[in-house]
């Protein structure tokens, strides 16, 4: 959960996904969910007040509310769903996606408000359902001529309002228990040490470089996607 929480503080995403591979092994999966979820919760709030000077909730609106329409729809809707092939799908997608960006040579164009709300939307669903909000909101932020400190805290600001609102709905579902709170109690000094840790080595990556470690590991979560779509498929 340290490293989980570093990685999130350096790029801003990721402690979803690599919070929910690895505590399965030791909660499984049902037991994870809602530990992985207020974890998340915990630790982009914790980011937020840090990069809370770099937030421009104007600039980040349609990605913000495009994923308040989309976390309920996840919570309640898509465990019905195949998650596996829409996993697949995604990864595919977002693949593609880095490969064509990496190849340009120029800077791609920044995608507008329309293009925000529809990937925010896409965000919320998989916040909701996997508590894996990253790869459609990286996409949109990463084309936005903003600095590395207004990209993180974009990212971690949507993170803590799609966390908050699936936390509630998993509370009334009666799936946040007081055994889940323990232990994320037990493992929240962790996460917020790395958290820290890599905010403050976040700051010090130059910006040309940002935006390459930025797809790199939107490329990382992209694999891992479709690895775990087809193993879950």
């Known amino acids: 959960m340290c490293v989980a929480g570093c990685v999130q503080g350096v790029l801003g995403f990721g402690f979803g996904l690599m919070a929910a591979g690895l505590l399965p092994w030791l909660l499984g999966v049902k037991g994870a969910v809602p530990v992985v ?4 919760l915990l630790v982009n709030g914790t980011l937020m007040v840090r990069f ?8 980040a609106r349609p990605l913000i509310l495009g994923a308040l329409v989309g976390a309920p729809i996840g919570v309640f809707a898509l465990r019905s769903a195949s998650p596996g092939h829409l996993m697949v799908a995604l990864g595919l997608v ?10 340009r ?31 459609p909101s990286v996409v949109w932020v990463s084309t ?4 590395s400190q207004q990209l993180r805290a974009t990212l971690v600001t949507l993170f803590a309002v799609v966390g908050a609102l699936q ?5 009334r579902a009666g799936m946040l228990t ?18 820290f840790v890599g905010a403050r080595l976040g700051d010090r990556v130059p910006q040309d ?24 498929g």
């Open 178 to 195: 007081t055994d889940t709170g323990l232990t994320a109690a037990i493992i929240a000094p962790a996460a917020a040490l790395g958290s």
């Open 209 to 232: 470089k940002f935006q390459r470690l930025m797809l790199a590991g939107l490329g990382v979560l992209a694999c891992t996607f479709i690895f775990n779509g087809l193993r879950d």
């Open 105 to 135: 040579r120029t800077t791609p164009e920044p995608m507008g408000s329309v293009s925000g709300a529809v990937l925010g939307t896409l965000a919320g669903v998989l916040g909701g359902a996997f508590s894996t909000a990253g790869p």
């Open 144 to 147: 936005q001529p903003w600095s």
């Open 52 to 59: 809370r000077h770099h937030v421009s909730f104007g600039d």
């Open 94 to 103: 977002i693949l593609a996606y880095v490969g064509r960006t990496l190849s």
């Open 37 to 40: 979820a207020t974890m998340a």
């Open 167 to 171: 936390v509630s709905l998993l509370i």
